[in-house]
Structure formats: C-alpha cells, structure tokens
C-alpha cells in the first residue's frame, strides 16, 4: 500500500475528528424505518451530499460514506444485491466531491459494516465467502474515491479479519473497530484488551483499531482505557453514542447534549485516543462542540474510570464495571486514596 492519509493527518494535527452518526441524521432528513439508507446515494443524493457538509462544517477530519449497510448479503434485504458496485462507488463519490471542496484536507473513509450473517461452524458462510462479499464491497469504494476502509461496529473477530483481508486485497489502508455492547464485549465475546491481535498474521496491518458504537460515552471511554493499556502506541478510534438510548414511545431518543459530549472527547484525548467522533445520535451541532473542545484541549492526566463516570454518567454495561474497574489507572488511584 502507497499511501497512508490517516498517519500523514495525525503528524500535522496529533488527534483527529471523525464525524457522527449516519442514520440518526439521515432519520431526521426523512428516512423511514426499513429503508436501506444506501439506496438514498441513488434517489437522493442531495441528502448524502448534505449530511457530509454539514459534518465537514463542524470540522470534521475524517467523514464515512453512507455504505455501511453495502455488502451484496444486506443489499439483498432490499433486493439490491446486483447494485453493490454501483451504490458503494456512488457512496464514496459523494463523500469525495464534498471532501475535495473543504478548503483543507478530509479523508474519506470507505464505511464497511458487518454483513448480518454468521460464520461457519455458527452460521453457513465460509470465512472466503465473507471475503469475498467485503471485496466486492470495498471495489466500488475505492473506485469512488474511498482513501480507506473503515471496517466498523463489529462482533466477531473473525469477520473483522476478513473484512481486513478484503482491504487488503482490493489495495486500500483500512481501520476496524469494535461494537462492545455485551457485558463489556462484543457479542461475540471479543474484549477490548484484545482487539490489537484481530489483523495479526495479515499482509497488511491496520491504521487504526478501536471501538464504536456500544452502549454510551462512559462505557466506550471504559473500553478505551482497557485497548490503551493493551497496547499504547496503538492509533486508537472511539466513535461513541451520544450518551444513553431512550425510547419515547415508538422513537429512539439520546441524552447526551453538545455539552456532554465535548467532555468525552477531552476525556478520550486524555486515556489516549487518537481519532475520536460520534456514533448513534450525534448530531451536527454535537459534532461542532467536539471540534471546539479537541482544539481548546491540552492533554492531561489519564482518567480512571471512576473520574469518567463522575463527569459523564454510569456504565450501562453492568458486567463492564466489573470488567474495567480493576485497571491498573483504578488500582493506583484507590492505593493512593488509602494513603
């Protein structure tokens, strides 16, 4: 691989701002439940166009295409599975139009979700197969413009590999991160400790690996101090929900306001993250409070994750208390409390 953009960012910018969330925005722009949000780089290319500027005005360095859903077994749920090409390609050009205008550098990560299905021995697709699918996938967003893959919300290591195998193959830097939304892991048991040695063995090694998505602000911020300590020299991604998920009748609300989520990047920056943003619920305007804390903030004193709770709320992850507590930050800040 000739390029490297994410590195090349964090020499001139030393922590970077993904953007924030896809389909709670494209819901605000008119997307109704059950409708593919990949099918809208087609039938509604304005609104893509629109949820890329506004991210990009916010001051976004990185934005992900509207491809999330993009695999042929996804696209087949809405009887789009001969379109794969076509739509991610259409994804990534749009990101790319809108990127090349910002009057400064923005990369455009090629979004890459998990495909729906199980691997053998659990499911009926092979580990070929699933490489395969994220190939045909990750070709029309390199043909787009996509600078690299940003593999993402994923449970299984096993289909993290192989989406990393796809980049590979196809010639395109990539990025994984995992959704850790299970008594502090993955559903597939994955713990945050362990996501570094996912990609070990490949041809290529990752950019970056992290978390996304989950269950709220202070339990990514847990799993962040457990994948630092891992392994600290690691460019680490958190891109977490907007606080807590609360449903108000039939909708999906999240509590977290500009406010809080400022106070998780400056958070995030302190336990070592190196590219942060938002997932589910993070909105423009949270976004742009993101931008104005990273770019105010100096780094200071790791976090325990007793002091995160205290300023961004409880874990939600019952077991993740019991998992992350017992880091080596809590043990040295309970020793000096006895002191």
Same mark, same amino acid.
């Given at each position: 691989?000739?390029?490297?953009?994410?590195?090349?960012?964090?020499?001139?910018?030393?922590?970077?701002?993904?953007?924030?969330?896809?389909?709670?925005?494209?819901?605000?722009?008119?997307?109704?439940?059950?409708?593919?949000?990949?099918?809208?780089?087609?039938?509604?290319?304005?609104?893509?166009?629109?949820?890329?500027?506004?991210?990009?005005?916010?001051?976004?360095?990185?934005?992900?295409?509207?491809?999330?859903?993009?695999?042929?077994?996804?696209?087949?749920?809405?009887?789009?599975?001969?379109?794969?090409?076509?739509?991610?390609?259409?994804? *990534?050009?749009?990101?790319?139009?809108?990127?090349? @205008?910002?009057?400064?550098? =923005? &990369? !455009?990560? $090629?979004?890459? %979700?998990?495909?729906?299905?199980?691997?053998?021995?659990?499911?009926?697709?092979?580990?070929?197969?699933?490489?395969?699918?994220?190939?045909?996938?990750?070709?029309?967003?390199?043909?787009?413009?996509?600078?690299?893959?940003?593999?993402?919300?994923?449970?299984?290591?096993?289909?993290?590999?192989?989406?990393?195998?796809?980049?590979?193959?196809?010639?395109?830097?990539?990025?994984?991160?995992?959704?850790?939304?299970?008594?502090?892991?993955?559903?597939?048991?994955?713990?945050?400790?362990?996501?570094?040695?996912?990609?070990?063995?490949?041809?290529?090694?990752?950019?970056?690996?992290?978390?996304?998505?989950?269950?709220?602000?202070?339990?990514?911020? *847990?799993?962040?101090?457990?994948?630092?300590?891992? @392994?600290?020299?690691?460019? =680490? &991604? !958190?891109? $977490?929900?907007? %606080?807590?998920?609360?449903?108000?009748?039939?909708?999906?609300?999240?509590?977290?306001?500009?406010?809080?989520?400022?106070?998780?990047?400056?958070?995030?920056?302190?336990?070592?993250?190196?590219?942060?943003?938002?997932?589910?619920?993070?909105?423009?305007?949270?976004?742009?409070?993101?931008?104005?804390?990273?770019?105010?903030?100096?780094?200071?004193?790791?976090?325990?994750?007793?002091?995160?709770?205290?300023?961004?709320?409880?874990?939600?992850?019952?077991?993740?208390?019991?998992?992350?507590?017992?880091?080596?930050?809590?043990?040295?800040?309970?020793?000096?409390?006895?002191?």
């Amino acid at each position: 691989m000739t390029t490297n953009p994410i590195d090349a960012l964090l020499a001139e910018k030393g922590v970077l701002l993904a953007d924030g969330a896809t389909g709670t925005n494209l819901f605000a722009m008119g997307l109704e439940a059950g409708e593919a949000p990949e099918l809208l780089n087609d039938t509604a290319p304005d609104k893509i166009t629109a949820l890329h500027q506004n991210f990009v005005d916010a001051g976004a360095d990185i934005i992900l295409t509207n491809s999330f859903g993009g695999t042929r077994h996804r696209l087949k749920l809405h009887h789009a599975q001969d379109r794969v090409h076509e739509l991610n390609k259409r994804a *990534a050009e749009i990101a790319r139009a809108v990127a090349d @205008k910002a009057g400064r550098k =923005v &990369i !455009v990560a $090629g979004s890459v %979700g998990p495909t729906g299905e199980l691997l053998v021995p659990l499911g009926a697709m092979t580990y070929e197969e699933a490489v395969d699918a994220f190939a045909d996938q990750i070709e029309g967003l390199k043909a787009g413009g996509a600078e690299v893959a940003w593999i993402e919300t994923m449970s299984a290591p096993d289909e993290i590999r192989a989406a990393a195998e796809a980049a590979i193959r196809v010639g395109l830097p990539y990025t994984y991160t995992g959704s850790f939304d299970t008594a502090g892991r993955t559903m597939m048991g994955l713990l945050p400790k362990d996501i570094h040695g996912v990609a070990d063995g490949l041809a290529e090694a990752p950019l970056g690996v992290g978390a996304n998505c989950g269950v709220g602000a202070s339990d990514i911020l *847990a799993s962040l101090l457990d994948m630092t300590e891992a @392994k600290p020299e690691a460019t =680490v &991604i !958190v891109k $977490g929900n907007c %606080g807590i998920p609360e449903f108000r009748g039939a909708e999906i609300h999240y509590s977290g306001t500009p406010e809080l989520m400022a106070d998780y990047v400056r958070l995030a920056v302190d336990g070592g993250a190196r590219i942060i943003g938002g997932c589910c619920g993070t909105s423009f305007a949270h976004l742009a409070a993101m931008r104005q804390a990273l770019d105010a903030h100096k780094k200071a004193e790791r976090p325990t994750v007793e002091a995160i709770v205290s300023r961004i709320g409880p874990l939600r992850n019952k077991q993740a208390s019991a998992n992350t507590a017992e880091t080596s930050d809590a043990r040295r800040e309970r020793r000096r409390a006895r002191v």
